[in-house]
């Protein structure tokens, strides 16, 4: 940890919030993931990391729970060009299955490129992490639709032979067995994440509004494993004057010692995060979201790594969501460093 007047990194001033950390001094490392192939609906989650980036440049780094995250160190990587390159190739051919599906069509073999492609990238994220965690970083996600982070917490479990909890924030359960056939999709992350990383050992949903029956039906059949905390629930309580404190308390129980984040930004209220890929009315508050993040750094559970996910910057230039996305990020930042004894 570094002081105010401590020298900067060589790295040209910019990056991440202005800093110029460079990763090899930065106590967290955070991985760009440029993808959105299986994105169903709305676009432009591929643009999140940069528009991020901008955006962030504009804030203020004091922080009234988390003092100064910046302290510790935060780097930004570069946008793996190969990744790029694999998310612009994989577009034609999930539209073309896309479209198949509507029409009646065949797409099997443009199905089986994308699906193809989504590994790929899960062994591309699962590298890079690996890399940083062997250094000792702590690693956070920034994508890029919600399927990105697999490789991350597949890195992670390597490292947690005792087993760790997700603390995931969604409009959407995203326990599809695969989404229009791709098995990689967005809609997929956690159904993939319980049925092939067994070190996570529970699954804590908040936020969620939107999902198939199917997918309930999943969830219940976790048991123990897997809890939910719906929206719809989550403001009757309010309604029948129930304190969100009360609530947030809750939700911390039910996580282990150990605890992955995993923030969908449609886990937000819509008017957060107006271009999002798939927006759904109500949810969580940006303020409700920050103290459940407070609550669980205070709590003694150690945040392991985290992702950000499905942010989409506006048309013409409005930085609206990116600007929103870089204050979570921050927070999500603070919230693991907190947890760690770092900030």
Not at 110 to 123: D, G
Not at 161 to 175: K, M, S, T, V, W
Not at 235 to 264: C, N, T
Request: overall charge negative.
């Amino acid at each position: 940890m570094r002081d105010d007047n401590s020298p900067r990194s060589e790295l040209p001033r910019g990056g991440i919030y202005g800093l110029g950390d460079a990763p090899e001094a930065a106590g967290v490392v955070l991985v760009p993931v440029p993808w959105e192939a299986t994105t169903s609906y709305g676009g432009g989650a591929a643009k999140a990391p940069s528009a991020i980036v901008s955006a962030s440049h504009q804030l203020d780094l004091e922080d009234s729970v988390f003092d100064r995250p910046y302290r510790a160190g935060i780097a930004f990587l570069p946008e793996d060009e190969t990744l790029v390159a694999l998310n612009a190739s994989s577009a034609d051919p999930a539209s073309r299955v896309i479209d198949a599906l509507e029409s009646g069509g065949d797409a099997a073999l443009e199905l089986s490129v994308v699906n193809a492609a989504s590994r790929e990238l899960n062994e591309s994220v699962h590298a890079m992490s690996v890399e940083w965690l062997d250094r000792d970083k702590f690693v956070g996600l920034v994508g890029g639709d919600h399927s990105c982070p697999e490789g991350l917490i597949r890195a992670l479990a390597r490292r947690q032979p005792d087993g760790f909890g997700i603390l995931h924030l969604d409009a959407h359960h995203d326990l599809r067995r695969a989404y229009e056939g791709f098995t990689g999709s967005h809609a997929s992350i956690m159904y993939n994440v319980m049925e092939y990383i067994p070190e996570v050992s529970k699954l804590v949903s908040v936020g969620i509004r939107d999902y198939s029956r199917e997918e309930r039906g999943y969830m219940e059949g976790l048991g123990e494993r897997g809890v939910t905390f719906y929206s719809a629930d989550i403001f009757r309580r309010q309604a029948k004057g129930e304190a969100f404190d009360r609530i947030a308390d809750e939700i911390i129980e039910a996580l282990p010692a150990r605890v992955y984040l995993s923030f969908d930004i449609d886990a937000l209220d819509p008017p957060y995060c107006p271009n999002t890929g798939t927006p759904v009315p109500g949810g969580l508050s940006f303020d409700e979201a920050c103290y459940l993040l407070e609550k669980l750094a205070a709590s003694g559970r150690r945040v392991i790594g985290f992702d950000l996910c499905e942010v989409a910057p506006g048309r013409d230039g409005d930085e609206w969501d990116a600007n929103v996305g870089a204050r979570m990020l921050y927070k999500l930042c603070g919230c693991l460093l907190r947890s760690q004894g770092k900030c």
